[in-house]
């Protein structure tokens, strides 16, 4: 079948298969190999993508879902100039990329909320990335890139009554390197 869809700014048509994956399409037919699979049951977030701004798991979306629809993948994210986005920027700053395997899908959790709430708290942020499993850098640097990001950090760090919590995940009930808001 024929897919036709907004990808990364640039009309696309792609044949693809009635069973084929989103994450399939983008990695496979079209050569957007940012987009990453880690569990390939839409719980990890590694291979979140923005569909009509929205974030989604790729590895669980039919690619017959994009016909007529807007898709942004972190290949996506940078300028036209190839200068990185302010999320980016901040990702690098703050040392939130370690592995580098979750970061494209973070970005693109981090890019939604934003879009949303460009003045998000730590609870907002942490919410905004629920989604996304890091196993490397205990989250409290990617926390602290979004909150740079939207400005927050230039500001003063975390909203008033908030503070960073150290290295460790954010929110109490973090064990061993779960998402924001997974107890484990």
Do not use: W
Not at 44 to 50: D, F, M, P, Y
Not at 60 to 65: E, F, G, M, N, S
Not at 85 to 90: F, I, T, V, Y
Request: hydrophobic residues 40%; proline residues 4%; charged residues 25%.
């Amino acid at each position: 079948m024929l897919i036709e869809f907004i990808c990364n700014g640039k009309s696309t048509a792609v044949e693809a298969r009635a069973d084929m994956r989103v994450l399939d399409l983008l990695r496979d037919s079209l050569g957007l190999t940012g987009t990453k699979e880690g569990c390939g049951r839409g719980e990890c977030g590694a291979c979140t993508i923005l569909l009509d701004d929205e974030p989604v798991n790729a590895c669980i979306l039919y690619a017959a879902k994009l016909q007529g629809r807007r898709v942004e993948t972190i290949e996506g994210v940078a300028g036209k100039d190839g200068s990185l986005h302010p999320l980016q920027e901040a990702f690098l700053e703050e040392g939130a990329v370690q592995c580098g395997y979750c970061t494209p899908g973070m970005i693109m959790s981090a890019k939604a909320l934003l879009a949303k709430n460009p003045r998000p708290d730590v609870a907002a942020i942490e919410e905004g990335l629920s989604g996304n499993f890091c196993r490397c850098t205990g989250y409290a640097k990617i926390v602290k890139a979004v909150l740079r990001a939207s400005g927050e950090e230039m500001r003063g760090g975390a909203a008033p009554g908030e503070e960073m919590r150290g290295g460790a995940a954010p929110g109490e009930e973090m064990r061993g390197g779960a998402a924001p808001g997974v107890t484990t």
